[in-house]
């Protein structure tokens, strides 16, 4: 029917004897809207390919020089190559690109705070077999039992060092930084403490009579059961140092433990 050969009043049988028209046949009705059949292709009045005239040698040879010419084989492999090494590249990109960022940024911070802040040439690191001379550098070595008297030490940087038990009787320490120094029943005595920066040092029954210290500081000191006969106190800061007697100095006691 779709063809239409045939429609609702063609008639037909099941048996060559009973025949009656394809439309009452109960069985065949659709459920669905009969869609019309298209018309024969007889009927059609649309373009016909078979209708187009035979063209001319010359529309022939017109047309073939407008068709695209093919490509050369070298040029199809370059452009593939090509579209394959992007395809590589694509995530590659980002992450190249954050790690140099970053390193870049960091040198150059560097580059800049080294022109800024150039480092001290005058600062000297500490050498704790270095003799005993004015300016030595024994920042926190530890060097108990040192029998040095008379040494001459003088502006020496002894800041935190261990020193305990040591015989500096009559050393030159002026201007010399023992802050938190551990000196405990060390021979300090007729020692020369001035200008010296004693805060905090350990100075427990350490021997420091007739001792020198004057405009030192002992802020914090511990001078517990130290001997303090005969020394130079005057200018000599005590703030929060604990005394001979272990009384705590009040904040400001200046040559004398308030």
Not at 84 to 90: A, H, P, T
Not at 108 to 120: D, E, L, N
Not at 140 to 166: E, F, V, Y
Not at 210 to 223: E, K, P, Q
């Amino acid at each position: 029917m779709q063809l239409g050969r045939i429609n609702a009043q063609t008639e037909v049988s099941t048996d060559q004897k009973y025949w009656q028209p394809l439309g009452d046949i109960i069985e065949l009705e659709s459920a669905e809207p009969v869609i019309p059949p298209p018309l024969p292709l007889d009927e059609r009045d649309g373009f016909d390919r078979r209708n187009e005239q035979p063209l001319t040698e010359a529309e022939r040879e017109m047309r073939r020089q407008q068709r695209r010419k093919q490509e050369p084989d070298f040029l199809i492999q370059q452009r593939q190559q090509r579209s394959q090494l992007l395809e590589r590249l694509k995530p590659e990109r980002p992450a190249r690109f954050w790690p140099i960022f970053i390193i870049s940024v960091i040198l150059t911070g560097v580059f800049i705070g080294a022109i800024s802040f150039p480092t001290p040439s005058n600062i000297s690191e500490a050498d704790c077999e270095a003799a005993p001379a004015p300016l030595v550098n024994w920042e926190n070595c530890l060097k108990p039992g040192m029998d040095i008297p008379s040494a001459t030490l003088t502006g020496a940087n002894l800041r935190n060092s261990g020193l305990a038990m040591s015989n500096m009787m009559n050393a030159d320490l002026v201007e010399a930084d023992l802050s938190y120094a551990d000196l405990p029943l060390s021979n300090l005595s007729y020692t020369n403490f001035q200008g010296a920066n004693l805060k905090g040092a350990n100075l427990q029954q350490a021997d420091l009579s007739y001792s020198n210290l004057s405009d030192s500081d002992l802020s914090f000191a511990n001078l517990r059961d130290a001997k303090l006969g005969g020394s130079d106190l005057q200018n000599t800061k005590l703030d929060k140092a604990i005394w001979i007697d272990g009384r705590i100095c009040a904040a400001g006691s200046i040559g004398n433990c308030l």
